[in-house]
């Protein structure tokens, strides 16, 4: 089945990724990005394509306080509601 191969790639990158925070490592996963400057900075054949990049390194000492609107704000039922007016 065509596209099969993403799932395997979804998968493999999740164990990656789990396997880094396992050994103390931040990830990030990028699915959006120039693909054109990417082949040409790591020096791979323009024939190949990149289905995902994923950036691997040690977090920062201070993180950002993180702020969440309640829940009541981003949610709704059965309708649409535009609550950040």
Not at 40 to 68: C, H, M, S, V
């Amino acid at each position: 089945m065509i596209g099969d191969y993403l799932i395997d790639i979804g998968i493999t990158a999740e164990h990656f990724c789990l396997q880094a925070a396992e050994e103390g490592l931040g990830t990030c996963m990028l699915g959006w990005f120039n693909e054109k400057n990417v082949l040409k900075l790591l020096g791979i054949p323009a024939k190949k394509r990149i289905g995902l990049l994923i950036t691997l390194g040690y977090a920062a000492d201070e993180q950002r306080k993180k702020i969440r609107k309640e829940l009541n704000v981003v949610r709704s039922y059965n309708m649409y509601s535009d609550k950040n007016k």
